[in-house]
T-cell receptor, first 115, second 112 residues
Framework: KAGVTQTPRYLIKTRGQQVTLSCSPISGHRSVSWYQQTPGQGLQFLFEYFSETQRNKGNFPGRFSGRQFSNSRSEMNVSTLELGDSALYLC??????????????FGPGTRLLVL | LAKTTQPISMDSYEGQEVNITCSHNNIATNDYITWYQQFPSQGPRFIIQGYKTKVTNEVASLFIPADRKSSTLSLPRVSLSDTAVYYCLVAPTRDAGNMLTFGGGTRLMVKP
């Protein structure tokens, strides 16, 4: 079974621009979560989607948004990019968030550099 | 969400067994313990998960005492490629949602 895929793998943007990242979960997995990882803050939770609905949201500004499609694929968008948004953005998929154990499997990440 | 505490770093040599202990004093009844491995600029890789006693897979073993307030990840005969950051997490409960809270992890350095 193919793992979690994320596109693009690398991205360079300038301040003020917006960016859209894509994530395809493991086949059959219905939940997708997004995380931001930076050297200073470590791995931080952005949001989680299940059945096209946002279930949880981390402590990030409204410039960060996401959505999930009927095939469970997910996108996250960051508008009005700031230098501090430079990070590794990780997507994690889960089979079904309603049952235990909740095991999340991560993709390779998208490295975003904001200049 | 249960907080975890693990050593910041550890050194080992090739061929040795490495044990990384994590404490999670306020673990909830229906929480699971999960360990991930992460290499630089890559996503965390799931290693092992358990609820109690001992779990073993082809990569590692996980030991969990009866009180579940700690757990130990055991890596048998490590190689240079096991140099990575290892994260111990308490899997979120149904009520808390599915947000994973990562601590600082343990940076394992395997030397030749």
């Amino acid at each position: 079974k193919a793992g979690v895929t994320q596109t693009p793998r690398y991205l360079i943007k300038t301040r003020g621009q917006q960016v859209t990242l894509s994530c395809s979960p493991i086949s059959g997995h219905r939940s997708v979560s997004w995380y931001q990882q930076t050297p200073g803050q470590g791995l931080q939770f952005l949001f989680e989607y299940f059945s096209e609905t946002q279930r949880n949201k981390g402590n990030f500004p409204g410039r960060f948004s996401g959505r999930q499609f009927s095939n469970s694929r997910s996108e996250m968008n960051v508008s009005t990019l700031e230098l501090g948004d430079s990070a590794l953005y990780l997507c994690a998929s889960m089979l079904d968030p309603r049952t235990d154990p909740k095991t999340q499997y991560f993709g390779p990440g998208t490295r975003l550099l904001v200049l | 969400l249960a907080k975890t505490t693990q050593p910041i770093s550890m050194d080992s040599y090739e061929g040795q067994e490495v044990n990384i202990t994590c404490s999670h004093n306020n673990i909830a009844t229906n929480d699971y313990i999960t360990w991930y491995q992460q290499f630089p600029s890559q996503g965390p890789r799931f290693i092992i998960q358990g609820y109690k006693t001992k779990v073993t897979n082809e990569v590692a073993s996980l030991f969990i005492p009866a009180d579940r307030k700690s757990s130990t990840l055991s890596l048998p005969r490590v190689s240079l490629s096991d140099t990575a950051v290892y994260y111990c997490l308490v899997a979120p409960t149904r009520d808390a949602g599915n947000m994973l809270t990562f601590g600082g992890g343990t940076r394992l350095m395997v030397k030749p």
